[in-house]
């Protein structure tokens, strides 16, 4: 479907087509009509199917036409800083011939980022795309003038009730007008959401588009190893192909240092990002990896959902993840638009049991790959086993999953 057949503003047309888009897809085909007629919305899908967007294009037609001067008109609520700069990027290119005015409103910056976002939040933005906390900490003090707030979005809500931010957001309902237009955007739906749901949308439409399966075109292998030769196979494969931009996923902070601590003494171009780094430290790497100065970043959980670098080849999860959930979005990292990617999982012997479970939501075992000779003897591929005897195989290295970290 052409984006012209929505009946949308000329000037957000004019934003479409420049940022590249030609025709909708599955999810904006049907949720831009949703939001258009002024209904609420609850939405499974997932980051990669063009959600942002789905969400972003109509309320910018609607507030064209309806926007109140000097005040909050849209509020984005989402994870974490990341997808808020993100999805301003978004923004910022699809509304750039029109007027409406946009900023994104997250923690971690100095000062003067603080007090940017309090005279934007005091003369009033369009659209205002935040993180819980911080957007909490501007309306503490009394400026956020949301009196005329037309529409509340929730992005990636069932991730923000895993962080712990249900109290946040319904405090920031509390500041909202009780006449609004509600949309919630999820990967998954547990009952937290649809009870979050309940409480806060007026019959909603719903829609579901999460797949929660990768896309087809990715290349899945597994590789069956001991803790001890992972790094090894990570700096075997980084050599082998011929990789231009790698994402390597660690479900540690002490295993992203210690990876990444490696390859740069191999003489690697990579870097980490995880949260003890700086917010400043943090958008450095991200944007010389998106301009592809550098070309391998190895990166905790906080980068397998919502974030948008296009044209990552190969996905490498170095821990097994922790859920069905998160292999899909860490791996649904490559093969972003029309392109192939690779991914590959390490599994060492403790991570069996978690990986089955991974497979059995995907509907189909992953490939497991040949270790090459030279990394010597490798463990059974033997998960039943291994679920039966927990903890029997107790290896030093420590690499494996254990619980949400990021
Ligand atoms: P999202 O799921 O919103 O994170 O979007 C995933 C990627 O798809 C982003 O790079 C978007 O810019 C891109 N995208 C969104 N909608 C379209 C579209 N209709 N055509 C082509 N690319 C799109």
Known sequence: MKFTEFGLNESLIEGIEATGYETATPVQEKV????????????SAQTGTGKTAAFLL????????SKIEDQVNALVIVPTR????????????????????????????????????????SHGADIVICTPGRMIAHLNMGYVKLQGLQYLILDEADRMLDMGFYDDIMKIISYLPAKRQNLLFSATMPFKIRDLAK????????????????????????????DTQKIPLVKFLLSSGNFKSVLIFCSKKNNVKQLTREL???????????SDLEQAAREEVLLAFKNRRLKILVATDILSRGIDID??????NYDVPNDGEDYVHRIGRTARAETDGVAYTFISEKEQGKFMTIEKLLGKPVTKAKVPQQFGPTPDYDPRKQRAAPGRHSHSGGHSGGGRRR
Not at 58 to 65: A, D, N, R
Not at 264 to 274: G, L, M
Request: aromatic share 6%; net charge negative.
């Open 32 to 43: 831009i009509p949703i939001i258009l007629s002024g209904q609420d919305l609850i939405a």
């Open 264 to 274: 740069k003494h191999a003489r690697f171009s990579a870097e980490e990002i995880h």
């Open 58 to 65: 109509p309320v910018i037609h609607k507030l064209i036409q």
């Open 82 to 121: 990341e997808l808020a700069v993100q999805i301003a990027q978004n923004l910022e290119g699809l509304s750039y011939f029109t007027s409406i005015s946009s900023i994104a409103v997250y923690g971690g910056g100095d000062g003067s980022s603080f007090s940017n976002e309090k005279q934007a939040l």
């Open 311 to 316: 044209n990552i080849d190969l996905v490498i």
């Open 199 to 226: 409480k806060i949308l007026h019959e909603p439409a719903e829609i579901n588009i999460a797949i929660s399966k990768p896309p087809e075109r990715i290349v899945q292998e597994a590789f069956v190893v001991y």
